[in-house]
């Protein structure tokens, strides 16, 4: 970019030109390119949409011959489109969940709203990292980051779509929430299962041992964070002078115990 006034060369970061201290005008983008971005948003979830119609009559056996029609660049793409369902799913759920929602924004404050946004995000990401981990630890054969990502997210379908009709469902229906969230758990568990051993490749033995060591460090990961989430929202609630009772939700300690 160069200046308009004396044609000086122009850094990316300046707000004047560092010659005739002109003020650099740049232009906004244009239409054009934000049509493009959209279409390439539209079409991300246009091809997610697809894969998951390829292997949503069968996600165990049809797992990998949908990543392995999808090649590994685009199925990272489409595994991150599934992570982004994820964390949405799971924020809707857990909101769903919550009995007492009022004032529940002013009770988390801005930390514990960045917190919570983390936690849901917790197990694309571990899932993802946890299946790179296995596959440079065992030596497995196939895969690549794509397919790390790719498994992880759509592993994570079952439990997502279970959080959301857990959260519609209310905590008076305990029985059904239960029977549904060991249906996904169970065929999340599978599908990683099938992601570990057939895309990447690992040996039947290493994808048995490398399946729960995965799911027990993110559920550890995964309820740290939301113990950090709910003592943000009871601390600003006694800090605020408002009645707690609602959120001691057995953490530990509570408001008398200040």
Not at 61 to 71: D, F, I, K, S, W
Not at 124 to 129: E, H, P, R, S, V
Not at 156 to 177: D, F, H, I, K, Q
Request: glycine content about 14%.
């Amino acid at each position: 970019m160069y200046c308009q006034q004396c044609g000086t060369s122009l850094p990316e970061a300046v707000t004047a030109c560092p010659s005739c201290s002109a003020p650099v005008i740049r232009a906004a983008p244009s239409p054009a390119a934000a049509a493009r971005v959209a279409s390439s948003v539209k079409a991300a979830y246009g091809n997610a949409l697809s894969a998951l119609k390829g292997f949503a009559g069968d996600p165990v056996g049809r797992l990998a011959p949908t990543y392995e029609a999808l090649g590994d660049h685009k199925a990272f793409r489409i595994g991150l489109t599934y992570g982004v369902v994820s964390l949405l799913c799971f924020l809707l759920g857990g909101y769903l969940l919550i009995p007492f929602k009022e004032g529940l924004f002013e009770h988390l404050g801005v930390g514990g709203v960045l917190r919570a946004i983390v936690f849901a995000a917790l197990p694309f990401g571990c899932a993802t990292l946890g299946g790179l981990a296995t596959r440079k630890v065992f030596g497995g054969q196939g895969g690549g980051k794509g397919g790390d990502g790719f498994v992880a997210g759509a592993a994570l379908l079952p439990a997502s779509l279970a959080m959301v009709v857990n959260g519609l469902l209310g905590l008076e229906r305990t029985g059904l929430a239960t029977a549904i969230s060991v249906f996904a758990g169970c065929t999340g568990v599978l599908m990683l299962f099938a992601g570990y051993s057939r895309v990447a490749r690992l040996s039947e033995r290493a994808a048995t041992l490398a399946v729960p060591i995965v799911v027990v460090l993110s559920l550890w990961v995964a309820r740290s964070m939301a113990s950090s989430v709910l003592e943000t929202a009871i601390e600003n609630s006694i800090k605020s002078g408002s009645d707690s009772r609602g959120w001691n939700l057995n953490l530990g300690w509570s408001r008398e115990d200040k």
